[in-house]
């Protein structure tokens, strides 16, 4: 989910929406609010469009939160809000800004149905009974090389070709002292040179044909 709450308002109650908003927001809750995620919708106007927006907002909210106040009566989406969130959620829960809508409550016996947020408690109250999702965790992304990085290049000949090079490196001062090892040496780096870049044919064990 990308919402945790849903606030469903009348228009003209934006100033205490806000409120509602802030509080909710103060305990960590992700709250949709329409005015500000969707700015080009016109909730004044009843739309298919408008339809559609709300309705793939409300599909990215766990609870959906009933502003409910004199002017929720003159309302053209809340009842419809509450009866789609109903159906498709069933996590709904009045929020009573006043006195007045409280009274207002008891005429509206639809909202009834449904828990109210105390006035008193209600920090407590929204801990116990609304889902919190927790944030996906983040894999931390491995660190990028400098632009002046430079890999290093691999070794010209394997492992057994710089042994046999550091076997003559020890042998060199007897080659210099020993024509016979220096021609020995020779023909052995040359084939060895050979064999590096494929010029001979691969090697015959005993018994092999030819």
């Not at 995620?37 to 739309?47: F, H, I, R, S, Y």
């Not at 609870?63 to 959620?89: I, K, Q, T």
């Not at 009834?112 to 927790?134: D, H, I, M, T």
Request: proline content about 10%.
């Amino acid at each position: 989910m990308q919402f945790d709450i849903f606030l469903s308002h009348a228009t003209l109650d934006r100033a205490i929406v806000d409120l509602v908003r802030n509080e909710l927001q103060a305990l960590g809750y992700r709250v949709f609010v329409d005015y500000e995620a969707l700015p080009a919708v016109k909730p004044e106007e009843v739309t298919r469009e408008t339809a559609d927006a709300l309705l793939k907002a409300m599909r990215e909210c766990a609870s959906l939160v009933y502003v409910l106040s004199a002017h929720s009566a003159g309302s053209n989406w809340m009842p419809w809000e509450l009866g789609f969130f109903d159906g498709a959620r069933g996590r709904v829960f009045i929020w009573p800004v006043d006195d007045e809508a409280e009274t207002y409550a008891k005429d509206r016996r639809y909202v009834n149905l449904y828990p109210s947020v105390p006035r008193v408690g209600r920090k407590a109250f929204l801990r116990k009974n609304l889902p919190q999702e927790k944030a996906p965790a983040v894999m931390p992304c491995p660190p990028l090389q400098p632009a002046d990085f430079v890999p290093l290049r691999p070794p010209l000949f394997d492992h057994a070709d710089q042994m046999m090079t550091g076997g003559y490196a020890q042998r060199l001062p007897g080659m210099m002292a020993d024509p016979a090892q220096a021609m020995q040496a020779a023909s052995e780096i040359m084939l060895a040179w050979w064999r590096l870049w494929g010029l001979l044919p691969p090697p015959r064990r005993p018994g092999d044909d030819g």
